[in-house]
């Protein structure tokens, strides 16, 4: 049930009798579990609503009629409780995290409502067989399933719970059922990749286009592993080898339905596939894809863009070791297109989780400060310092370990600029616009 907070002024719940403080228990004889509900059925044109008066604490029950796009006119309280993972895979990056970090990093979030809001992934493993239906009835499509195989004792095995091996039941109810997913699989090495792989892919392609594809994502693996579960990091010639199987995938589908992580094309060296690979590129929150479409963005900023700085400037670009790579030549480029700035790349070894961590989101303040230092004690100079949005929280400037910008700032005595929107055309900006 949900608590009704405000009834407006000429509505209909207000015409109704509907007061703040009733609550909501049912919509159409269904329970009314949060805001999606409701929501769902403000859409609708004619539905029963069933209330708990807050005076007498007696249930009625109302027949709406209404316009399709009419609102009810009440606001309801919000949910904030948050579903968390029950969960103990041998792949968690939570439990590989330092100690004493702030407390929102260690929240395992396992909720097919952000999965259905925000794009979270999700397992599922939490989720009763009458909540599937309910997803299926209110139509809470896309959602993303951190499948990892569908393989159900294996998925058991590395998930560690025993209700894991729902997944292959729960896949065919939501996708018959005309819920559109998008697929994850994290890839542990000699356990649901190669053949295993392959059975994944093929299980899930059958409901394809419902199922809309399946990321292929490399462990995280920190220095702070002792005591868990024996994973191998990954090599040139192992992601060379997944890279094989992927494509020979989508050749036998017709279709780019795996869809493989930037960071096997970075250890296996070779070049990221074009932006028509990765679609409407829907699994770019998960490292696929990010590369090629940030490639693109710049590369059409400079052809619409060339300018000349009437003060020259030097930008230092901090990025992690896996980026370096790739950034190489877009700073030549930009150098060639900008008259009157020079780029500086400063890739940043991670200390903090560890060396076997490289991309650049997972780079913490201390450790960008410390590799400046480093590089201006070497007799480097520069003008600002350019650093990747996804460094710091979404809505605020603090990095992982807790330090934020300003501090930075402090701290180097420099102008530090988060590029935080537009891609290569935000960094592009950016580069073009005279020091301050």
């Not at 604490?57 to 709406?64: F, N, Y």
């Not at 895979?89 to 330092?98: L, R, S, T």
Request: include cysteine; charge should be negative.
């Amino acid at each position: 049930m949900v608590k009704i907070t405000k009834v407006k002024r000429g509505s209909l719940a207000k015409e109704l009798g509907i007061e703040v403080g009733d609550e909501i228990i049912a919509l159409d004889n269904f329970p009314c579990v949060d805001e999606l509900d409701y929501l769902y059925y403000m859409g609708m044109e004619s539905f029963s609503l069933t209330l708990r008066d807050h005076r007498s604490g007696k249930q009625m029950t109302v027949e709406i009629e209404k316009d399709e796009d009419e609102d009810l006119g009440v606001e309801i309280e919000k949910t904030e409780k948050i579903r968390t993972c029950h969960n103990r895979c041998v792949f968690c990056f939570v439990d590989q995290m330092p100690c004493n970090m702030r407390e929102s990093l260690y929240v395992k979030d396992d909720d097919y409502t952000m999965s259905f809001t925000c794009g979270n992934f999700v397992t599922l493993t939490n989720v009763s067989d009458e909540e599937i239906q309910r997803i299926v009835r209110l139509k809470l499509s896309p959602l993303y399933v951190s499948v990892h195989t569908m393989n159900p004792e294996l998925r058991v095995k590395l998930m560690r719970n025993r209700f894991a091996g729902k997944i292959v039941s729960q896949i065919d109810t939501l996708a018959k059922g005309g819920i559109s997913l998008h697929c994850q699989a994290v890839v542990v090495p000699g356990e649901n990749d190669g053949e295993e792989l392959k059975y994944t892919a093929r299980a899930l392609f059958k409901y394809y286009p419902t199922v809309r594809d399946l990321a292929c994502v490399p462990t995280g693996l920190t220095r702070y592993r002792d005591g868990l579960y024996p994973i191998a990091d990954i090599d040139g010639e192992y992601s060379r080898k997944l890279l094989k199987i992927v494509d020979e995938l989508n050749e036998e589908f017709g279709v780019n339905f795996v869809l493989p992580a930037d960071e096997y094309f970075v250890k296996a060296g070779l070049p990221v596939k074009e932006t028509a690979f990765y679609g409407d590129f829907e699994q770019i929150e998960n490292g696929v894809g990010l590369t090629s479409k940030f490639l693109s963005e710049v590369n059409q900023a400079l052809r619409q863009e060339s300018c000349a700085l009437k003060t020259p400037k030097t930008s230092l670009l901090i990025c992690g070791v896996s980026a370096a790579k790739t950034l190489a030549p877009i700073v030549e480029q930009c150098e060639k297109a900008i008259t009157g700035l020079r780029v500086k790349l400063l890739p940043v070894v991670n200390t903090f989780f560890g060396e076997t961590v490289t991309c650049t989101g997972l780079l913490t303040g201390r450790d960008i400060v410390s590799a400046v230092q480093n590089y201006t004690k070497n007799g480097n100079t520069y003008d600002e310092i350019l650093l990747a949005g996804n460094t710091m929280k979404e809505f605020e400037d603090v990095f992982l370990c807790g330090m934020t910008l300003d501090e930075m700032k402090k701290t180097l005595g420099t102008n530090a600029i988060r590029v935080n929107r537009g891609g290569g055309f935000g960094l592009v900006e950016i580069l073009c616009k005279e020091n301050t």
